[in-house]
């Protein structure tokens, strides 16, 4: 019998989350160029706020996602179920599932056996994406974990034997720069057996323009989305950023393939927490976010370079956006 995530994760103590989102948070803040870990950004009205920039039209990169697991599921099903009839999928950063029904959908229809593992940071959109799912197929076997990527990815391996598909979508391996999302492509080969499947989005390299525009809308949405997160440290861990005194502001350079998002201090003042106080000059900014767009000659590299062979490449009608298929060697 298989165990349940629920007893395994009994076994363990949850992490002291605040403690770990404040030191993060000071030693992000106390760094030479100062920065903020984006996975803080999902609290409840960061999930909220995220949801409203992926319905913009600026931002192409749920669209093109979607558009490929619609209209492709039957093939990137057959490929990542390699024959068997029983499997598990382990979702990194499952947000809100808006994309990942397809595939369930049809492998469901398909009759094929399997049990999801959504992961995600995020307890709130954990259970929307539970509610959601159960309300249009009951009998889905749903699982959800809450928790950092890996110690929730390694606990879902050890449950069963079964061939796993981790995958991770929505351009999410491009919250990291390219060195660091080889790093983690390599945690995820080590943390799997060989004949297991990743199923990872990429967003591809293309016009500057419209890449900017995906992050800079003209609604401030994504302005506001970052705003939020100081919001969350105030409130959570007790700061006092005068939000007024930040604004968006968003670069991407065509020769590296990063667009980044930073906040910028309009002004010189101070920001006090229980224990610290950081200094801000005029024009000071705080890096908030990477995207990274790659080439789909750079995707195949990366998957041999962390211990993967790539087995299928699924791109949407424009080319902007890849769903790509590894097998761990």
């Known amino acids: 019998m298989q ?3 629920q007893e395994a994760l009994c076994q363990t103590e949850a992490p002291e ?3 770990k989102f404040y030191q993060d948070v000071i030693e992000g803040l106390t760094s030479e160029f100062k920065r903020l870990p984006s996975k803080y950004f999902y609290d409840q009205q960061g999930d909220r706020i995220f949801q409203q920039i992926m319905a913009c039209d600026q931002y192409y990169l749920t669209r093109c996602e979607a558009e490929i697991l619609k209209n492709q599921r039957e093939q ?3 490929t990542i179920r390699d024959g068997d009839d029983s499997f598990e999928i382990i979702e990194l950063g499952a947000g809100d599932g808006t994309k990942t029904v ?3 959908d049809g492998l469901a229809r398909r009759g094929k056996s399997f049990r999801y593992l959504p992961i995600d940071i995020s307890g709130n959109i954990l259970n929307e994406l539970t509610d959601n799912l159960l309300a249009q197929n009951p009998e889905l076997d749903i699982e959800p ?3 950092e990527y890996f110690e929730m990815l390694d606990q879902a391996v050890s449950l069963s034997a079964l061939h796993k598909v981790v995958m991770f979508l929505g351009s999410n391996i491009g919250n990291m720069p390219p060195e660091d999302a080889l790093q983690f492509c ?3 080969r080590q943390s799997i057996m060989p004949g297991d499947m990743v199923l990872i989005g990429f967003d591809l390299v293309k016009d500057p323009y419209t890449i900017r525009a995906a992050y800079s809308d003209e609604q401030g949405i994504t302005n506001a989305f970052n705003l939020n997160l100081l919001k969350r440290i105030n409130t959570e861990l007790g ?3 005068n939000l007024n005194l930040f604004d968006h502001y968003c670069s991407y350079d065509p020769l590296t393939g990063a667009c980044k998002s930073y906040l910028v201090s309009q002004r010189k003042h101070t920001v006090s927490f229980p224990s610290a106080q950081i200094h801000f000059n005029e024009g000071e900014c705080i890096w908030m976010e990477i ?4 080439s789909l000659s750079q995707i195949s590299q990366m998957a041999l370079n962390s211990g993967f062979e790539p087995i299928s490449t699924f791109t949407d009608s424009k080319g902007w956006f890849a769903d790509v298929v590894w097998k761990a060697v």
């Open 239 to 241: 700061a006092d950023f």
């Open 102 to 104: 397809h595939l369930l």
């Open 17 to 19: 989350e605040t403690d």
């Open 291 to 294: 995207s990274q767009k790659y």
């Open 76 to 78: 990137i099903c057959e």
């Open 145 to 147: 974990l809450e928790g």
């Open 186 to 188: 390599t945690r995820i």
């Open 3 to 5: 165990q349940t995530v």
